[in-house]
């Protein structure tokens, strides 16, 4: 390609740069893509570090390209007369972008007589189509995930019931408590998880909701563990639901269905499918077996989130498996969770992560599925 | 102030929106303020769970508004056609947005015909003063940094010293086990950090290198520690210089410019001082001590980085006390850290939190300044 691809982040939270670096850095820097030759304009503090780490044609030191600047006249030059200055040599004129580059510094640039355009994701068309590298990294992400979940697994299984309760050594079993032992043993394997969901009963009607307080017996409690690797930076992505004590026949009938819908999806997923045909297809099985999505006494319930999404450097990147139209491509990882919500009966989620084959699709998750934990 | 402002962003990544709603989410959605009036847009996903949990005065279903877009002719309406069916009631033309607002979107916006006026950090001016809330939760984190740091300190001072390598209980003391530990030390405290800087020797000349390996003895080690509350999501940010031996002279006259230099910071930094000053302060007190700054033999040397910067719900924020003007007002608070690093030395820093005062500045860091651990 013979454009010239510019982005301007902090690589620490801006997954294409470090994607096409390699290199962490908690303040924005600059990356330059002229006829495929990648170079990075650094600061003083991260000149040396980026030259030693980064997968990177050339490093440049940004103080040398503002002194430069200085030099033709520019009073107090910025970050773009730097990147303007490093342009000069190259007679280029239009510039490609990510869709989130920073409006203010594409408004400096415009100002600078460049034609800036922002792309849609995937900015790198490479970073949808995992690598065997990439996968054998999201693959160790899940093994720890999944030993995170046996843990947790483990704990609800053992407590006891008193009345409602779940009580365990004696005192009452919370999510946070659960949530506290789920990240420390995470983080002894490298992975850095925030915000799992450890939530029971009504509270996992709200599917991002966290969970709080004591968890509750016979009632649904839903999983979803979604860590980042320390070492790779890669994420994985799981959900369970687990009942300590007897599900109601309704929790078992959605518990039945959603794991119905995940087979669907396994069935479908293969390259060139529309992620929005597998996703009315849960959607229409689960209006067959008699569960209804919609607004009903002002709450949205049913299955009211997409059916997945990508995984990588991101714990949501596309593509989509919803009603948005995405079409699959062989090596893309996705999760499949399918979920049931209905106040009165709780949350039910199950969610694996696939990568799409050339044939079909193949799971990446090896965790059971088991609702009644005795 | 009658301006509208706009943000669209995952208000997990953007502080900015965290701030205004204290709601947090992995996806983006929509905050718009008219005349003072809060409000964000949602999708069936986060409505239910915004309603209850962010503290702005409406939340209103992104599905609602992009049905009615769909009644006015609109194909296939965007997130952008809901911001504008969102406007339609309020005449607006004109929409304040911060400087990192996502390119695409803006463009997108201008297409329908507003004026997007990116401003520069600070979005919202209260950000960069903290309330006593926030000084409390800034110092609650930093009370955690000072307990991890303690158990770092409290294994080099154990360490023995086999040749010139650091060994504890009879294996060799690495910067990745003291890191391991220090990341579970902290989120036993509900404190996340990560890439936190340990680093002996050449290894620190480069500020931003984390540190691997085994350490050695009498050579000084950097520990810069910066953790984020899971609790309350303000970080804190601290550094101390080491040496497990006897630190060369050179170190000790290095460790003293340096406390010196922290020193001529306390005692300037005042309401009104420009952040500026007190950085050129500490460079020429360098530089009378003898501590030149500068490419050497291809590195650069001495004291390259800023002296400090504001810390909240973001690790670096406004202000800066660099070589940026920036003046600093009663409430900011900023780090005060300066360093210096030198090939064949290795590299000191010390780091201190303050809040600025309407008479001078408080430490906000208990910890001890200690270079010699017996």
Same mark, same amino acid.
């Given at each position: ?40 304009? =650094? ?53 490609? *972008? ?20 922002? #792309? ?20 160790? $992400?899940?093994?720890? #995930? ?30 946070? *408590? ?121 709450? =949205? ?30 090596? =893309?990882?996705? $999760? ?16 694996? =992560? ?21």
């Amino acid at each position: 390609m013979n454009e010239t691809r510019l982005i301007i982040a902090a690589s620490e939270t801006d997954a294409n740069l470090y994607y096409a670096t390699r290199f962490l850095a908690p303040d924005p820097f600059v990356y330059l893509e002229i006829n495929g030759r990648k170079r990075l304009l =650094m600061s003083d503090l991260e000149v040396d570090r980026a030259t030693s780490q980064a997968t990177v044609d050339e490093v440049v030191s940004i103080t040398h390209l503002l002194t430069a600047a200085r030099r033709r006249g520019v009073a107090n030059p910025t970050m773009v007369d730097a990147v303007d200055e490093a342009l000069k040599p190259h007679r280029v004129t239009r510039l490609v *972008v990510p869709g989130t580059f920073p409006l203010m510094l594409a408004d400096d640039l415009r100002r600078h007589g460049y034609e800036v355009a922002p #792309t849609a994701e995937p900015f790198f068309e490479s970073r949808v189509l995992k690598s065997e590298q990439e996968i054998a990294a999201i693959t160790a $992400t899940q093994r720890a #995930t999944e030993a995170g979940t046996q843990v947790l697994v483990n704990m609800i299984r053992e407590a006891e019931i008193r009345g409602d309760e779940l009580w365990l050594r004696g005192r009452p079993l919370t999510s946070e *408590v659960l949530r506290k032992l789920l990240h420390l043993t995470l983080l002894g394997m490298e992975c850095i998880a925030q915000r799992s969901i450890i939530a029971g009963g009504e509270q996992a009607c709200d599917p991002h909701q966290i969970g709080t307080g004591v968890l509750k017996a016979h009632q649904p409690i839903v999983l979803d563990i979604f860590p980042q690797s320390a070492a790779t930076r890669y994420f994985a992505d799981m959900s369970r639901t687990v009942v300590k004590g007897r599900p109601s026949p309704r929790v078992q009938k959605m518990y039945a269905a959603v794991r119905q819908g995940q087979e669907i999806a396994f069935r479908m997923l293969k390259p060139g499918v529309n992620g929005r045909d597998v996703h009315q297809a849960i959607l229409d099985s689960f209006e067959q077996e008699g569960f209804k999505t919609g607004e009903f006494g002002g709450r =949205m319930q049913g299955f009211f989130h997409g059916t997945g999404h990508g995984v990588g450097l991101e714990i949501h990147e596309p593509p989509r498996v919803s009603a948005t139209s995405d079409v699959l491509q062989t090596g =893309m990882v996705v $999760t499949v969770e399918p979920g049931l919500y209905y106040l009165g009966a709780g949350g039910v989620r199950l969610e694996d =992560m696939v990568v799409i084959t050339e044939t079909g699709c193949r799971n990446l998750t090896t965790f059971p599925k088991v609702l009644e934990l005795d």
